[in-house]
C-alpha cells in the first residue's frame, strides 16, 4: 500500500458495479431512515438544538468514512457520548443556548484535534489503559443515567413537577411514550431490520397534528430549520473555561474511540483483516472537526447502526454515502414532518438504544473471573452515577484502580520453587507436593521481565532462601518466562551471581532467552565457569541435576 493509499483509505474503496451498487442503496437507505430520528432524540440528550442531530449526520458521516480504515461503521450521533457533552457542560451554560452551542462545538474540535494528533504520532495504544471491565461498568453506570434523564419526557412529567410529591402526568404524552417504547421493543425482537424508528415517528406526527397534542399542552420537536448547515467558527471561551473542557474532552476522546474499536473489531473480524487503530483515530477526529464546524457535537461510531449497516449487507463506503444522501434529502424536503412529533417518542428511541447497555450479569460472569476486577468495576459504575453530571470521575477513578492493580502485579511478580511433577515437567514443588529437585538445590521460576520492578523481588527471594537454608550448594534459576531485562535488572544479577560466588553456590541458568543473555554477556555477567552453569532445555538441566544428586547421595552413605 502506498504512503497515499494510507493516507486516503478511500482510495482503495473498489470500483463501483450495478450490483454492488444497489446492495449499498439498500444498507444506506435503511442506516439513513434510522440514523434521522436517532440524530434529533440524540441532540435533546446533549441538550443542543434537534437540528444539530441531523448536521452531526451528515458530513462527519461521510468524511469519517472516507478517512478512516473501518468503512462500514456508522458515525454520528451516538447516546454514550451525547450524554457525555451535556455533562460536560453543566454548570458552564444553559442547554439549548448559545454559549451551550459554542462550548459543545469546542468540545467537538479539541477530541478532534486530539484523536488526529494520536493516530498521526501511532499513539492509539493507549487506549489500552482502559480494560474491558472500566468500560463496561462505566457504560453501565451512563446507560442508567441516561434512562433516568428521559424518564421525565417519556411520562410526560414537566421538570418543575419532579420535585412535588404527587407528580401530575401528561396523559397524551404518556400515551405516546409508552406506546412508542412497546412498539420498538417488539420491532427490535421480532422485525429489527424494519426501520421501526421512522415507522414509529412518522405515525406519532400524524396522530399528534391529528389530535391536536401540541395545542392541548404536549410537548412537540416543533419546527426545524431547512436548509444546509452553514458554517459555524466558535469564538473564544477564555483560557478558564478551556482548561474546564480539557478533562472532559479527554474522556469524550477516550470513550468515544472505544466505541469505534468495539464495532471496528467486530467488522474487521469479520473480513480477516487487521485494524487499523490509528487510521481510524485519524478518521473519527477529522469527523468530529468536521461536526464542530457544522454547529454541531462530538461525534462516534454507533454500535447499533453499525450492526444494523452490516445486516442490511453493507460491503463498502458507499453505503455510508448513500445514507449521507437520504439524511440530505431529509433536512431538504421533509423537516416539516418532524413538527408534530411529540418529545415523549423521542424520549422512547433513546431508551430503546440504551437498555441494551445494561447488562447486569456481567457483573456476575466479572466476579467469577477475577474479584480484584470486580471491585474495580462495581467502584467504577458507583462513582460514576454519584459524581453525575462530572461523569469523567468514573472513568478516571476505574482507570487509576485499574493501573494501580497492574502496577502491584508488576511490583509482586510470581516467583515459585519448582519441582519434578510426575508428568516430567517443572512445577510448583508447594503446590504440587514434590520434593525438591535435588538435596541442597533451590530451583526457582519468576514468570516475569527481570526489570526495575522485579528486580528486588527476585533478589529478595534467592537470598531469604539461602538464609533460611544455609546448606544450599545449587541455586537453578528456569529463565525461559523472562523475557526482558533492564540496567536495574542487569545490575540485580550481577550482584546475586556474586554474592552466590562468594558463599561457594553453583548457580544453573536454563532457557534463558538470546535477548536477555545479550546484555548479561554484555554487562560481563555470564562467565561460565565452576560457579555458572548454562542450559539450554530443562531436560540438560534435569540430566545435571541428576548428576549432584548421585554426588550428594554417595556422601551422605560414606560412613562419617
Known amino acids: 500500500m502506498t504512503r497515499l493509499h494510507r493516507f486516503l483509505p478511500f482510495l482503495n474503496w473498489p ?175 421480532w422485525r429489527p431490520g424494519f426501520p421501526t424508528v421512522l415507522a414509529v415517528v412518522v405515525g406519532s406526527a400524524a396522530i399528534g397534528r391529528a389530535t391536536g397534542f401540541e395545542a392541548g399542552g404536549g410537548a412537540v420537536i416543533g419546527t426545524l430549520p431547512q436548509g444546509l448547515p452553514v458554517p459555524y467558527l466558535p469564538g473564544w471561551p477564555g483560557w478558564a473555561t478551556l482548561g474546564q473542557l480539557l478533562l472532559p474532552t479527554l474522556v469524550i476522546t477516550l470513550v468515544s474511540f472505544l466505541e469505534t474499536a468495539s464495532s471496528a473489531k467486530v467488522d474487521n473480524g469479520k473480513r480477516g483483516q487487521r485494524w487499523d487503530q490509528d487510521q481510524d483515530l485519524i478518521g473519527q477526529g477529522l469527523a468530529k472537526l468536521a461536526s464542530g464546524l457544522s454547529g454541531a457535537f462530538p461525534t462516534s461510531s454507533s454500535f447499533s447502526r453499525s450492526a444494523l449497516n452490516l445486516y442490511a449487507g453493507a460491503q463498502t463506503g458507499w453505503a455510508t454515502v448513500f445514507s449521507v444522501g437520504v439524511v440530505l434529502l431529509a433536512l431538504l424536503l421533509l423537516t416539516p414532518l418532524l413538527h408534530h412529533v411529540p418529545l415523549a417518542v423521542l424520549a422512547a428511541i433513546v431508551l430503546v438504544a440504551v437498555m441494551g447497555l445494561i447488562k447486569p450479569r456481567a457483573f456476575t460472569r466479572l466476579w467469577a473471573i477475577s474479584r480484584v476486577e470486580a471491585v474495580t468495576a462495581g467502584t467504577t459504575f458507583a462513582v460514576t452515577v454519584l459524581s453525575a453530571p462530572r461523569l469523567y470521575w468514573g472513568v478516571i477513578t476505574g482507570v487509576m484502580i485499574a493501573l494501580s492493580h497492574f502496577l502491584y502485579l508488576r511490583l509482586h511478580p510470581r516467583i515459585i520453587e519448582v519441582g519434578l511433577h510426575a508428568d516430567g515437567s517443572l512445577r510448583d514443588r508447594h503446590l504440587w507436593h514434590l520434593e525438591p529437585l535435588a538435596p541442597a538445590t533451590y530451583a526457582l521460576r519468576m514468570d516475569a521481565a527481570l526489570d526495575f520492578a522485579t528486580a528486588n523481588a527476585f533478589e529478595r527471594a534467592v537470598t531469604e532462601h539461602l538464609s533460611a537454608h544455609p546448606g544450599t550448594r545449587h541455586v537453578m534459576l528456569v529463565a525461559h518466562p523472562i523475557n526482558w531485562i533492564d540496567a536495574t535488572g542487569v545490575e540485580a544479577f550481577g550482584r546475586l551471581s556474586a554474592q552466590l560466588h562468594e558463599q561457594g553456590v553453583t548457580l544453573h541458568l536454563v532457557g534463558i532467552k538470546l535477548p536477555v543473555e545479550t546484555l548479561l554477556r554484555t554487562a560481563g555477567h555470564l562467565q561460565e565457569g565452576p560457579c555458572l552453569k548454562l542450559y539450554r532445555t530443562e531436560a540438560e538441566a534435569l540430566r545435571a541435576s541428576e548428576a549432584w544428586r548421585e554426588t550428594a547421595d554417595t556422601a551422605a552413605a560414606q560412613p562419617g
Open 15 to 189: 470500483r463501483p458495479t450495478a450490483a454492488l451498487l444497489r446492495s449499498e442503496a439498500m444498507a444506506g437507505l435503511t442506516v439513513g431512515l434510522m440514523v434521522i430520528p436517532q440524530g434529533v432524540a440524540y441532540a435533546a440528550l446533549a441538550g443542543m438544538p434537534l437540528i444539530t442531530g441531523i448536521y452531526a449526520s451528515m458530513l462527519p458521516a461521510l468524511i469519517a468514512v472516507l478517512f478512516s480504515a473501518s468503512v462500514r461503521l456508522s458515525v454520528g450521533p451516538t447516546a454514550l457520548t451525547c450524554l457525555l457533552v451535556s455533562a460536560s457542560l453543566a454548570g458552564l451554560a444553559e442547554p439549548g443556548s448559545a454559549q451551550w452551542i459554542e462550548l459543545a462545538v469546542w468540545l467537538a474540535l479539541l477530541s478532534g484535534l486530539l484523536q488526529i494528533v494520536l493516530g498521526f504520532v501511532r499513539f492509539g495504544w493507549l487506549l489500552n489503559l482502559v480494560n474491558s471491565p472500566v468500560l463496561m461498568a462505566f457504560t453501565q453506570a451512563a446507560a442508567v443515567l441516561i434512562i433516568a434523564s428521559q424518564l421525565p419526557a417519556l411520562l410526560g412529567l414537566a421538570q418543575q413537577d419532579l420535585l412535588a410529591q404527587l407528580p401530575r402526568p401528561h396523559w397524551p404524552a404518556l400515551a405516546f411514550g409508552l406506546g412508542s417504547l412497546a412498539l420498538l421493543l417488539l420491532a427490535r425482537r
